[in-house]
Every structure is written in C-alpha cells, then in structure tokens.
C-alpha cells in the first residue's frame, strides 16, 4: 500500500504539470481486451500477480507502454497502467523509486540524461552493456534493446536523392557544390555540444569558412521541431534533422543518411524491469524478450505515423500489431 500511495502522489504531480503546464490529458489506462498467442498465459503465476508499467508521454513512448501492458495482461498479470506521466525525469523516479515495475527505455537518455555521462557511445552494443551495467547498482536490469535506433539523424526528401548525386550517407554531403549543403535545424540541435557543429566537424564541414569544407552561413535554417520536417519535405533545404522513428519521416517521403562514421549517440529501446519483480517472476524476461527483436526503426515509424497522422489510440495501434505479430490474441 505505501508504494502505490507514493506511485500515486508521483502520478498526481505529473499529471497536474500535465494539465497545468503543457495542456496535455492524462491517458486513459484502458486497452482493448488480449488473449495469449506466442506470449502465454503462465502456468504457475500465482493468483494476484501484479506489475505496474510506465511510460513518458509522447507518441512512441505511449506505444511501447501499451504494447508492454497488454503484453503483461496476456502473460497474465494484473496490470496497473501508469503510462503518460509527462517527462522522462518522473518516469525515472518511479523505476528507480521502485513504484513502477516496468519500462521501455533509451539507452542513450539512460548514459547522458540519468547518469550524467558528457558523451554517449555510438556502438549500440556497448552503449546497452554500459547502461545495463551502471543501472544494476540502481535496482534495474535492462533486458536487451531492439534494433530500433532513436537516434537523431538527417534526411533528405525522396525525390531529390537522384538529384545529389543518389546520396545515402551523410559523408556524401562533402561531395556536393556548397550551395546544395543546405540544412534545416532546431535550435536546441544547432546549439548542443553533441550537435550540429561538432557533427559537421566530424564529416570534414564547417559553417563559414572557406574552401571545401565551407557551408554558407546562409544554407542554415533554425526552425521549430515540427516544422523541420515540413520544410525539409517542401525543398527549403536539402538535408532536415530528424528523429529516426518519427512517423513522419515515411509520412512525407524522407529518407535518413546513414551516419557512416559513427557520430550520433546509439539512442536503442529496451525493456527494464526492477531486478526484485524481475526475480520475483523471471517469466517477464521471455515475455519482453520476444518482441523486442520486431521493434525496429521502420515498425516504429509506421506504429508512431498511424497516431500522429492518422489521429489513432495508441492503444488501439499497440493492439493491432500485437496481434498481427503473434504474439496476443483478441480477448
């Protein structure tokens, strides 16, 4: 009783910031009824099992929450939904506060966010082996990632590929004339020391400057979040930041440069458990374990795009492509 008593003075904060703060409603816990399918019901889970999933509050991680409670309903749990709490600092606070049970987490907002490292490590493998392990003395134990990379990226609209050159990775920039090194940036990314700067410095580029490596101060635009990828998609510039799972990367036609020399931070989902429930029922690793390897960068774009597009409940997208996989049935 204490523990949700605190989980539930957490939630009321953050739900209040939610209200007060960014306009945002708390997200309704129901998910549509679910069966078993490859993830079965449990045989020996005793009755009153209980685990309590959480989740941030935007799109995908809304997703991924209701994929891991329905999920755990099929398993056969009791399941307390406590996604949608606004911020990543509140859902931290509950898994290591041991008030939540579960989580879909970054490997990379792990590494810098929580544990204050000053750069992340572009190897995806290492990254979660570092994380996994600065995280045990924290209670949690980190199940491995999914191929799905949230990672930031660039990307160039689909129809002007031919036109620079059929260009694919971000090292080809550097073979373009200057006036078509043209890009399109928010303004937290054009400023971060882990950001666009640094990044140009890492392909051989430089804003200003002169000679080969030179990009026109004026072939920059700092734009909103949202509107990068508009712009981008309309031509304003060549190259737009983007996140690599957001849906509207397929939603407007964009394709992402492969960062081929390693500049970006490895950003991988993966399940976290609290090491005591994990203990307590070792089942939830297969659980997990299965669907992690289906997560991937173009399942998530499509799963984010049918919500922030199409207008639908992230639970009712978790729903259909949990069932479409296999893993649970309708209820």
Same mark, same amino acid.
């Given at each position: 009783?204490? #523990? ?36 079965? #019901?449990? @045989? ?5 099992? %209980? ?46 506060? %041991?008030?939540? /049970? ?14 204050? %490292?000053?750069?992340?490590? !572009? ?8 994380? +996994?392990?600065? =995280? ?7 199940? !491995? ?17 031919? *036109?620079? &050159? ?8 550097? @073979? ?15 400023? +971060?020391? /882990? ?24 072939? $920059? =635009?700092?734009?909103?979040? &949202? ?6 998609? #309309? ?6 930041? $983007? ?16 960062? =081929? +020399? ?8 993966? !399940? ?7 203990? *307590? ?23 984010? +795009?049918?919500? /922030?597009?199409?207008?639908? *409940? ?18």
């Amino acid at each position: 009783m204490k #523990r949700r008593s605190v989980a539930a003075a957490v939630l009321a904060g953050a739900s209040a910031l939610a209200l007060t703060g960014c306009g945002l409603q708390p997200a309704a816990s129901f998910v549509p009824a679910a069966g078993p399918g490859t993830i079965e #019901r449990i @045989d020996d889970l005793p009755e009153g099992a %209980h685990i309590t999933v959480t989740s941030k509050n935007f799109t995908e991680q809304l997703v991924l929450g209701k994929i891991a409670v329905l999920a755990a309903k099929a398993a056969g749990f009791d399941v307390t939904d406590e996604t949608n709490v606004p911020g990543s600092v509140a859902v931290r606070q509950l898994m290591t506060g %041991h008030q939540a /049970d579960m989580t879909y987490e970054y490997t990379g907002t792990a590494w810098l966010t929580y544990m204050g %490292h000053e750069a992340g490590i !572009p190897d995806k493998q290492e990254q979660y082996e570092a994380v +996994r392990k600065e =995280d045990a003395g924290n209670g949690l134990t980190w199940l !491995p990632p999914a191929p799905m990379n949230n990672t930031y990226a660039f990307a160039v609209r689909e129809e002007a590929v031919e *036109e620079l &050159g059929g260009i694919t990775k971000l090292s080809q920039i550097a @073979d373009l004339p200057a006036d078509q090194r043209t890009f399109c940036v928010e303004s937290e990314f054009n400023s +971060r020391a /882990d950001g666009f700067k640094p990044m140009l410095k890492k392909y051989d580029l430089q804003v200003g400057g002169s000679g080969e490596s030179a990009i026109p101060a004026g072939n $920059v =635009d700092i734009l909103d979040t &949202g509107t990068v990828y508009t712009a981008t998609d #309309r031509g304003k510039c060549n190259f737009g930041e $983007v996140f690599t799972t957001d849906g509207r990367i397929k939603s407007l036609g964009l394709q992402v440069l492969e960062d =081929d +020399r390693g500049f970006f931070p490895a950003y991988n989902v993966a !399940p976290v458990l609290s090491t005591e429930t994990l203990e *307590e029922y070792p089942q939830l690793e297969d659980v997990y374990d299965q669907i992690s390897p289906k997560l991937t960068d173009a399942v998530l774009q499509e799963l984010n +795009r049918q919500v /922030d597009v199409e207008g639908r *409940e992230p639970a009712d997208v978790a729903f259909d492509w949990m069932t479409k996989e296999g893993f649970i049935s309708k209820g």
